[in-house]
C-alpha cells in the first residue's frame, strides 16, 4: 500500500494570522490600515469642558474643530447633480470614537513630589479620554503624481497583485490631512492608537481572552483569570467578583434607538446627549455615518416635502388621515426645510451608526440613562462580537440594525468633545504645581503651580473664595504643605485674633513668627531686612516710621534727620532699623533733633506690632533667609485696623496699618526670584487697611516670581479695590451669602446663573422625607458626612478658575499624611512631636 504523502508545513497553518482588532497596521506616515486593506487617517480631537464650561460660548468652541472638519469633508463631495442617489458615492465615511477607560492615578513623572502625590492619590481613579475622528481615504489611480506611467503601473498592480497600491493614497491623503489641520485636530500620539485599539482591556494589549454571552461581552486580562471563571462556570458571571476574580472587564454593547432632541440650540443641556452616556459609565462610543452637503438634504427635503404632501391629500381624500395629524407633519417637514434654507443647516451624517460599550452587566439600559435625557439605547441582544468590532478602528463590520440621519451639529455638539479638566499644565500637557483635588466630572487631576502666572506672563494673583466653615484654611495648609514639600518657600500671614496654625506649620519642618511676643517679632517685617537693596530699605524704613508717628506735632521735623540717621547706620553696616538707629545715637547723635531716636525706641518696647516692623537684633533670620513654610501670626494680639477710607485716628490704628503693609510688600520682597507663594488669610484686612499695597503686589508679583494667594470670605472687597486687573486664577468654595457668591462669579468672569449660585450658596445637609432627621445634599458643594457613623462621603467641592478661563468644579482632595499633619487628635499630636525630637536629635 503506498504510503500517504506528507502534508506541507505551510499548510497546516493559515496564511495569514487571524487579526486582534480591525486595524492590520500603522504606517510611517500616520496613516492606518484595516484588516481589507483600506486606508484610514484618524486624528485627535482636543479635549475640553462642555459640560462644566464657564458659559456656552466657551462650550462651543470646544466643538467648533468637530463642526468645522464636518463641513470641510461635506465640500469634498461632488455635488454636480444635487440629488442623494447621484451624490452618495462621493460621501466621506467618518468615524467618531470616544474612549473612555478607568484608570490608577499616577503622577506626572517629572513632578517634584511624584513619590508623595503616588503614596497620596495612587488609589484615586481617573479617565483616560480619548477623541479620535477618522476618514476613509478614497484612492486616486496613478497616485498623486507620475502622470500616465505611474497610472498604468497601479492599473497593473491592482490586477496582478490584488489591492490598491499605497501611492493611489498619497493625494486623498495630503487633501483629508490639511482640511483636518485648519479645523484644528492634531496628530494621534502612540498611546492614543494603542488605548483607541485595546480600550476594552483597559488600554493594554487587544489580544485578549474573550467569553461571549447574549447581552454582554467578558475581557480577561489574564490567562488565569479566565481559568478560575471556567472553575466557577462561564455562565456563573455574576459569582465572579465573590470569587475575587479581578483580571476581567465585563462591556454591555448597545445601540443609539431613538434620540428625542427635536430642533434644540446647541448650549441647551440637553443637547449633550454623549455625556449622559458617559454618565452611564461607557467605556467608549462610536459614531459612525457619512457626511452629505446641507445643499444635498435641503433638496432631499423639498422632495420628500412634496411626497408627504401629495401622499397626505391623497390619504385625507380617502378619509385614512385626520387633519391634524396632516397639519403636524407638514408643519415638522417645513420647519426643517425653512431651516436649511435659511443657510443654517449643517452637513448631514447619513446611515449614522452609534454603539456604546458600557461598563458592566446592564439588564435594564432603561435604567441606566437619566429619565431626563434624550437617549434611549436598545440592547445588541446576540450582536455583541460584532458590535464590538463594529466600534473599532478602520472596521469595516457594520452590526447596528438602528441607522439615523442627523446634521452633524447634533454629534458636533453632543458634548462628546468634552472633558472636565482644569489647572496649571507644563509644556508637555502634564500637570505642575500643587494637587488641589480631582474634578467631579471626568475625575482629571487639578494643579496649581506657583509659576506658571510669572512663566505665562500672565496675571499674578489668585483668590480663594469661601465662607467660614467652607475648608477654606485646610486648603490654604495643604497648599502650603505641598509647596513646601516641593522645595518653594512659603509665607502665611494670620492677622486673625486667636488663630493658630503652627502645629501644623512645626509638623511641616516650617517657623513660626507671633506678633504678640516681642522676642519672637523682632523686626520680621523691618524693610531694611527684607528689601532687595539697602537704599530701597532706607527709604521705605522712613516711610513707615512717619506713617506711625511716633512724635505726635513735632513729626514735620523728623525726616530729614531721620533719614540721615537710618542712612548713616545702614552705611556703617546695620542690618536693622533698630541697630541704625543706636549707631546713629552713638556716632552723631549730637547732629539729631532731642528725643527722636527715643521715642521710636519707647513705641518699640510697648507694642508688639511696632516691633514687628523695626528689629533690634541683626542676627536675626529674616524672612528673605527662611525656607520651607512661615508662619506669622497675629496670635493673641489685635490689629487694630480703621474702617476702610477712614484715616487712623491714634498711634494703634497708625501702627496697624503700617503692619498691613509691611507685611504684604515685605512677603513679596522677601520671596523675590524665589518662585515662592504668600498666601494672606483673611484677606479683606489687607484689602481694607493696605489695598495700595495690594494693588501694587499685583503689578510687581509677575516680575518678582511670586504667587500671592488671597484667602477670604468677603469678595466685594477685592471687587471694591479695584483687583479684578490683577487676578488670573481663584478658587470658589462654598459661600452663605447670595451676593458674596454673586460677587464671587464676576470676579472670575462666570455667569451667576441661578443654578450655580444655588450650588454654591446650598447647606451640607437637608432634611428627610420624615422630617425627622437631616440627610446629607448632594446638591452642596460643602463636605458631606454619613450622619450616622460621621465618616467623610464627600470633600468640600469648588470651582476652579484658572488662567485659561477654565472653570469647572473640583473636589478638594485631602492626604492620609496632610489629615495626619493637621490633625487635633492628642496622639497624632504625640506622635507628631516625637518625630520633631527625634529629627532634633539626629
Known sequence: MAKKPKANLADQFATEPIWTTQMRSRLLDGRLMGVDNSIWVYREVPLGPVV?????????????????????????????????????????????????VPQAYKPPMNHPIAPYLRRSFGHQRVDKRVLLLGVRLNPAVGGAEGGFKAMIESVVETLTIGGVPLSDYDKDFKAVSDLLDRAGLLPASDEAIHLANGWWNAGRNPDTPTLIHEDHLHFFSTVDAMRMADKIGVRECKKWDEAGIRDQTSVTFASLENLELGFLDPTDPRATWVSDLLDADALAVSVRGNIEPSTVTRKELRLQKKRYTDDINERVQNGKMQLAEQNEMLEVLGSVENYYGSG???????????????????????????????VRLAPMLFRQPGAHAEMMICSNVRANPNVHDFPCQTVAYSGIPSLSFVGDRDRNGEGEGAMLGMTQRDRQPAYLS????????????????????????MVLLNLADQYSRMGRPVIIIDPKTGSDHSEVVKAAGGQVASLDELSRADGIFDPIRFSASKDTGVDMAVSMLMSINPWGRDKDDMEVPLQYAIHHGVAAGAECIGQALTIAQNEIGHELPPHMIEAVFRAMQSSP??????????????????????????????????????????????????????MIFGSAMALTGRAGVVMLDEAWVFLGAGASEVQRLGRLARSQQVLPLLFTQRVTDALNAGLAGFISRGIILPIEDKDEATAACQLFKLEPTPERIAKITAKGTKSSTNDKAQVPNWDSMRALRDPQTGKVLRGSVAIYSDMHGRAVPVEITLSEEFLELASTNPEDIRRRNERRAQAGAA
Open 450 to 473: 506657583p509659576t506658571s502666572a510669572s512663566l505665562g506672563d500672565t496675571l499674578p494673583l489668585g483668590i480663594i473664595a469661601g465662607a467660614t466653615g467652607s475648608g477654606k484654611t
Open 344 to 374: 443654517h443647516g449643517s452637513p448631514t451624517l447619513t446611515n449614522a451608526s452609534v454603539l456604546v460599550g458600557l461598563n458592566g452587566q446592564r439588564e435594564d439600559l432603561s435604567q441606566d440613562i437619566w429619565q431626563h435625557s434624550p
Open 609 to 662: 506690632m511696632f516691633r514687628a516692623c523695626v528689629g533690634m537684633n541683626p542676627t536675626t533670620t529674616g524672612l528673605r533667609a527662611a525656607n520651607g513654610i512661615t508662619l506669622i501670626k497675629v496670635g493673641d494680639g489685635h490689629l487694630d485696623l480703621p474702617e476702610p477710607g477712614v484715616p487712623p485716628s491714634n498711634i494703634q490704628q497708625r501702627v496697624a496699618a503700617a503692619l498691613v503693609r509691611m
Open 52 to 100: 462644566d464650561a464657564a458659559d456656552p460660548m466657551a462650550a462651543l468652541e470646544v466643538a467648533q474643530p468637530i463642526f468645522e472638519a464636518f463641513e470641510g469633508l461635506a465640500q469634498m463631495a461632488n455635488t454636480s447633480a444635487p440629488r442623494r442617489v447621484a451624490a452618495k458615492s462621493s460621501y466621506r465615511d467618518v468615524h467618531l470614537l470616544l474612549v473612555n
